[in-house]
């Protein structure tokens, strides 16, 4: 069997320049920031979204940062949606270096009342499509022998629910705690072809996604150790890591970026 080279401690082991690194979600939101965050450090970014509008919007401030960058207008839940991802990423630079899984959706719904509609909805947005995409990316990085998959699990799974006060939100908490769940047992098959499959897993992040309860959200952030919400910002250092060099022996893991809250019961 094969060895993972050592990282070159010499080297800047947190270089990403002309990685290919495509990103779901990045209409707005953690995604767009985190589009933003791997431009600023020199990647090609292949941005993806359903919104065709706000991914154009993306894509602006992305030219506006220098290196390469591609848009895939497509809802990931599609069949075609996969190879259309794969596809720009192959165009942009011939490879494929960091899959990040991060287009979702979120719910709050009630156990005693969710509908089979509802739950299949989430299942197919939060957990077929981030593996149905890594299954057309996996065999590239394979070939490559290097790579990186980070899908965006949640801190809420390791609780009751999205909103403890509320117990609502069992089916988001389902589906993200599966999705962690597959990226462990991904990262163990894969690890011997030197591809690493990890997670994020962000507390309540102040975006667009959660305007509308904005104020209840908010509340949280007096439980937070660190003393503020999350923001998307606070992601961008954690998946430049783990797309990294300095993260070349980290695999099957979930990192918690939620400023301490995971371990306030």
């Given at each position: 069997?094969?060895?993972?080279?050592?990282?070159?401690?010499?080297?800047?082991?947190?270089?990403?320049?002309?990685?290919?690194?495509?990103?779901?979600?990045?209409?707005?939101?953690?995604?767009?920031?985190?589009?933003?965050?791997?431009?600023?450090?020199?990647?090609?970014v292949?941005?993806?979204?359903?919104?065709?509008?706000?991914?154009?919007?993306?894509?602006?401030?992305?030219?506006?940062?220098?290196?390469?960058?591609?848009?895939v207008?497509?809802?990931?839940?599609?069949?075609?949606?996969?190879?259309?991802?794969?596809?720009?990423?192959?165009?942009?630079?011939?490879?494929?270096?960091?899959?990040?899984?991060?287009?979702?959706?979120?719910?709050?719904?009630?156990p005693?009342?969710?509908?089979?509609?509802?739950?299949?909805?989430?299942?197919?947005?939060?957990?077929?499509?981030?593996?149905?995409?890594?299954?057309?990316?996996?065999?590239?990085?394979?070939?490559?022998?290097?790579?990186?998959?980070?899908?965006?699990?949640?801190?809420?799974?390791?609780?009751?629910?999205?909103?403890?006060?509320?117990?609502?939100?069992v089916?988001?908490?389902?589906?993200?705690?599966?999705?962690?769940?597959?990226?462990?047992?991904?990262?163990?098959?894969?690890?011997?072809?030197?591809?690493?499959?990890?997670?994020?897993?962000?507390?309540?992040?102040?975006?667009?996604?959660?305007?509308?309860?904005?104020?209840?959200?908010?509340?949280?952030?007096?439980?937070?150790?660190?003393?503020?919400?999350?923001?998307?910002?606070?992601?961008?250092?954690t998946s430049?890591?783990?797309?990294?060099?300095?993260?070349?022996?980290?695999?099957?893991?979930?990192?918690?970026?939620?400023g301490?809250?995971?371990?306030?019961?």
């Open positions: 069997m094969s060895r993972l080279p050592v990282p070159n401690i010499r080297g800047n082991l947190f270089d990403v320049t002309d990685k290919v690194v495509a990103i779901t979600g990045a209409g707005q939101g953690i995604g767009r920031t985190l589009a933003e965050g791997f431009a600023s450090a020199g990647a090609k292949v941005a993806v979204d359903l919104n065709a509008d706000l991914l154009a919007e993306t894509k602006k401030g992305l030219d506006d940062l220098g290196p390469d960058c591609a848009t207008a497509t809802d990931v839940s599609a069949d075609d949606a996969a190879q259309k991802i794969v596809d720009a990423c192959m165009d942009l630079g011939g490879r494929v270096d960091c899959l990040m899984n991060n287009a979702g959706i979120m719910s709050y719904t009630d005693r009342t969710i509908t089979d509609e509802e739950f299949d909805l989430m299942i197919k947005i939060n957990l077929k499509a981030p593996i149905q995409i890594m299954r057309a990316v996996l065999p590239i990085m394979e070939k490559q022998k290097s790579g990186s998959v980070i899908n965006t699990g949640s801190s809420w799974s390791s609780r009751a629910s999205v909103f403890n006060q509320s117990g609502g939100g089916d988001y908490c389902a589906a993200k705690a599966a999705l962690q769940s597959y990226t462990r047992g991904a990262a163990q098959f894969m690890a011997e072809h030197f591809v690493r499959i990890n997670a994020i897993a962000p507390g309540g992040v102040d975006t667009p996604m959660h305007a509308h309860h904005r104020e209840f959200l908010m509340e949280y952030e007096r439980y937070i150790p660190i003393g503020r919400m999350t923001v998307a910002e606070d992601l961008v250092g430049i890591f783990l797309a990294s060099e300095s993260s070349a022996y980290i695999t099957g893991q979930t990192i918690h970026v939620n301490g809250m995971i371990m306030v019961d």
